[in-house]
């Protein structure tokens, strides 16, 4: 029976080797490649048409495949014949709901058991989906406080994304360039979220995303 390939994909090396080393012992299942950026997880894909793609939600790469759920629907709009299980930090209900709403085959905590990897490969090749255990009767960002619950449910998809690239140091006009919107539409959705979070500045701002782990 020919091996199930799978191609990984995260920034982090130390995470690539662990992550190869526990899908290795499972003679099932072969990875064909490795990939450390969006942009080269995508020539791999197109190149080694792998059936499965194990990738971490949060990917550096050019403003053509971005990361997170730009990227996602890119691999799901041009690679629907591949299974992809998301490996993340995120524990926002809206993103991880988002992610299983656009198709991806599974989601792993990376703050869970990254032993659960070979059984989320195997429930994937069986053509069925996988919720991490990590995941279930454990509190989210959304579910901390009632308050917190109200005001991080209430951002849009597209406000998360702008408030996550502005946690990690970008401007208005680089976050547009990302993301392919105007400035204008991504002050605009900036000042929204803030609005929603209840922060009166960009401290203020920058300090809750990191507390709640929004980036």
């Known amino acids: ?24 012992r499972d003679e099932r299942y072969e990875i064909v490649g490795q990939a450390q950026t969006s942009t080269e997880l995508i020539e791999q894909l197109q190149r080694l048409q792998p059936d499965i793609v194990v990738t971490d939600y949060s990917m550096p790469g ?11 629907e890119y691999l799901i709009r041009h690679f629907p014949q591949v299974k992809i299980l998301v490996l993340t930090m995120l524990t926002n209900n809206l993103i991880l709901s988002r992610l299983y709403d656009l198709g991806v085959g599974g989601i792993i905590l990376k703050n869970g058991d990254l032993n659960e990897i070979p059984l989320a490969l195997s429930a994937l090749a069986n053509g069925e989906k996988w919720h991490s255990k990590a995941g279930q009767g454990a509190p989210s960002v959304v579910e901390r406080s009632d308050a917190v619950q109200a005001r991080i449910a209430s951002l849009s998809v597209k406000e998360f994304e702008v408030l996550r690239r ?30 929603k ?12 995303c990191i507390s709640m782990n929004l980036i």
């Open 1 to 24: 029976m020919p091996k199930i390939k799978v191609v990984l994909a995260d920034d982090h090396p130390i995470v690539l080797m662990g992550v190869s080393e526990l899908i290795e």
């Open 62 to 72: 050019d403003e053509t495949y971005g990361d997170g759920v730009k990227l996602i």
């Open 166 to 195: 502005f946690a990690s140091g970008m401007n208005v006009r680089d976050i547009a360039h990302s993301l392919n919107r105007s400035v204008k539409t991504v002050s605009s959705q900036k000042v929204s979220a803030m609005r």
């Open 197 to 208: 979070l209840d922060v009166e500045n960009d401290h203020a701002l920058l300090t809750f």
